[in-house]
């Protein structure tokens, strides 16, 4: 049993508190004590702490029985402010989230540099122009997150990003040298990717997988709750599982590894070489609508290639949740069916497989969520774009189990 004393004890209930009003929106005292297991007078102590600092609010609930209506507790949204930065190369995409998770302005850059020095200047500039731009709430601008497309070490280093060519760079310490009063962290887009899934969608899943295929292949994991990094933080890197031996060469040095068969710019440059133009997303949607044979047998190879990488990494995980994150299979309606139609080894047992809603908003909305549990200091948190959620009764997801083994 973990003893501590008393001020580590009140942290524990005080992050217990937060993390169950953020869950449930908004919740009375008693249902607050109710859920937590901590006595009224714990909670009327901690609440009246939480009220002061302004990190939560009071409101009363609008109801039609006769009686007091009860005062609801949540979190005080406009306290406080987050970023998440996704850094992809030549498009940075800027997030405000408020304190409730809530996406309240969006900025996409384009620079036309792979210069690292001059895209930490550009970083440094943004990111100060928000500090001020929110400084008048509460709080201010509280953290900022920075999704990274390549690997990053666990000290929060990075060790390659392949398409900026950038090896071993530093660039939290570059951005603190200049933006010291804020809590800057630096994540793998992936891992922030599958933390987005599971914060805003699919709470109920502790062992998910996400699998993005916009540029490359890559994975975030979350194993029991927690996301898997693994030794120095570079697990995940699946697009170069190799699942053909002697296959099409790969810039990592091997040959046939899985992204040059079921990424997104392998499918588009695989389509516009039999095509002799350049294809793009929006040419996709057509070419498919019309059933274009070269299109369609295309499209068949890359489902047959992506499945039989999704067999192999069911079995290494057991997932509960697999949410593929790609606009092409976005477009073509019978992607997810086919792929399960073809996972048919009879020890691969899944519970689900989706295509993300989140999209290419994914990376940052994972940064502004994990922002927002650094800020509130809670172990994990459930957040909600609208007012509904996926609970662990939604009838509409089922279980799958193919072939389960005797
Ligand atoms: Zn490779």
Not at 19 to 25: D, N, V
């Amino acid at each position: 049993m973990v003893t501590g004393d008393s001020a580590y004890i009140k942290k524990i209930n005080r992050s217990l508190i937060l993390k169950t009003i953020i869950q449930h929106q908004k919740i009375s005292r008693a249902e607050l004590s109710k859920i937590t297991g901590l006595n009224k007078a714990t909670i009327s102590v901690q609440v009246a702490d939480l009220l002061q600092e302004e990190i939560i609010c009071e409101s009363r609930l609008e109801h039609n029985s006769i009686g007091r209506r009860p005062i609801m507790l949540s979190i005080n949204g406009n306290a406080g402010y987050v970023l998440g930065i996704d850094l992809d190369y030549h498009e940075i995409i800027f997030n405000i989230c408020n304190l409730q998770g809530k996406s309240i302005q969006m900025e996409t850059l384009h620079p036309d540099t792979e210069n690292y020095d001059e895209i930490v200047r550009l970083l440094i500039t943004q990111i100060k122009k928000y500090i001020k731009a929110y400084s008048n709430s509460i709080y201010g601008l509280v953290g900022v997150v920075l999704g990274i497309h390549g690997t990053v070490n666990k000290d929060q280093s990075i060790l390659f990003i392949p398409k900026y060519q950038w090896h071993h760079k530093d660039l939290k310490s570059d951005l603190e040298k200049e933006v010291s009063d804020i809590d800057i962290y630096i994540e793998n887009n992936a891992n922030l990717s599958a933390k987005a899934e599971k914060t805003y969608k699919y709470n109920y899943s502790d062992n998910l997988l996400t699998v993005i295929l916009t540029s490359g292949i890559g994975a975030g994991i979350i194993i029991d709750g927690k996301l898997h990094r693994g030794y120095h933080g570079y697990a995940g890197e699946m697009g170069h599982m190799i699942i053909a031996p002697d296959g099409i060469p790969c810039k990592c040095g091997n040959h046939g590894c899985w992204e040059k068969y079921s990424s997104e710019p392998s499918f588009l440059e695989q389509l516009s070489k039999l095509s002799n133009k350049k294809v793009v997303h929006n040419d996709v949607k057509q070419l498919i609508t019309k059933q274009d044979p070269t299109t369609m047998e295309l499209l068949n190879d890359f489902i047959r290639y992506l499945s039989i990488g999704l067999n192999n990494i069911i079995n290494l995980y057991n997932p509960e949740t697999i949410v593929l994150n790609s606009e092409v299979l976005k477009i073509y309606p019978n992607a997810v069916n086919q792929i399960k139609n073809n996972l048919t080894s009879s020890v691969s047992q899944y519970r689900e497989i989706v295509l993300s809603d989140l999209g290419n908003k994914a990376c940052i909305l994972g940064a502004c969520s994990y922002a927002i549990q650094r800020f509130l200091e809670v172990p994990e948190i459930v957040l909600s774009m609208e007012d509904e959620r996926h609970s662990k009764g939604d009838q509409s997801v089922e279980p799958i189990y193919i072939n389960r083994a005797p």
